[in-house]
């Protein structure tokens, strides 16, 4: 059983935490340990997001239901429930000067972190050495640059992937986009990229389905729901193999056991084995 050696109750993720959403569900990353399990501590910031679970917490109602939660309470939390990862999702954990101190608190614990974070915040470099896998989230082509720094310092020592989750319906936008899509996959090619459509409508996202598999190949998934994924097969980014399919976003494969490609050795997987599992998921569990 662990313990908690360090007096942690004035240790406060910063911003604000939507705690009803706090739940055990599947990790937010399609690559890192398919089928594994993730605590995700849903921050809010203040920041407009139409896909984030906590928008109905925004304006006037950011009051309700949220508070900041202390370190000691996620790592009870998590102690209690044995995830794959804890996963911080939205915020600027990466950006606070004290953002180290309370990473390095969680790495020191044997905890394996995930961080969801938007790439046109700054960036704690520091904080970059305690972190497991990180999500970049992607709104502007302008940002490719800092994109370029960061995967350099990362590319190799922890898992990362991508999500592009504004995606503008505006006519006028429309050859931008492409020429953006058709940037970020060239000069990325090996990291996987995720697009969020799950707000737009059936004729938007055929149309763009169109565009992303011929500019991202096989680099990419298309999020139209939380179980629906484009396409079904998952192919690996090196060779263009088939290694699976995904079922409720759940990437099922034949080689359970192998984290890299069967046919060109690519490493595809950051770890892979059975998953265990004993709790539902999507459960309403409150820290």
Not at 18 to 35: C, D, M, R, T, V
Request: net charge neutral; aromatic share 12%.
């Amino acid at each position: 059983m662990n313990t908690i050696t360090y007096s942690l109750k004035d240790i406060f993720v910063k911003d604000v935490v939507a705690i009803s959403l706090n739940s055990i569900e599947l990790i937010p990353l399609l690559f890192y340990k398919p089928g594994g399990s993730s605590l995700t501590i849903y921050i809010y910031s203040e920041d407009v997001c139409e896909s984030c679970p906590w928008k109905e917490y925004q304006g006037s109602k950011k009051a309700f239901d949220l508070r900041n939660i202390s370190l000691e309470k996620i790592l009870r939390r998590y102690y209690e429930l044995k995830p794959d990862i804890l996963f911080f999702s939205g915020g600027d954990l990466l950006t606070y000067n004290d953002s180290y101190d309370i990473l390095k608190i969680l790495r020191e614990k044997n905890i394996k972190i995930g961080v969801k974070h938007e790439i046109s915040k700054d960036i704690n470099v520091s904080a970059l050495s305690c972190i497991d896998a990180l999500l970049i989230e992607i709104k502007a082509l302008k940002d490719l640059e800092k994109i370029d720094h960061v995967i350099s310092l990362l590319e190799g020592k922890i898992h990362i992937e991508m999500l592009i989750d504004e995606i503008s319906e505006d006519p006028e936008r429309r050859a931008y986009i492409t020429l953006w899509i058709k940037d970020l996959c060239k000069r990325f090619p090996k990291i996987y990229k995720m697009f969020y459509l799950a707000d737009k409508d059936d004729e938007f996202i055929e149309r763009y389905h169109s565009v992303i598999s011929r500019l991202c190949e096989r680099q990419y998934t298309i999020i139209t729901s939380h179980l629906k994924y484009i396409p079904e097969e998952v192919s690996c980014v090196n060779c263009g193999a088939i290694i699976g399919r995904r079922v409720d976003g759940v990437i099922i494969r034949p080689f359970v056991n192998n984290v890299s490609c069967p046919k060109c050795g690519f490493k595809i997987f950051h770890e892979t084995n059975f998953i265990n599992r004993s709790r539902a998921f999507f459960t309403k569990i409150f820290v």
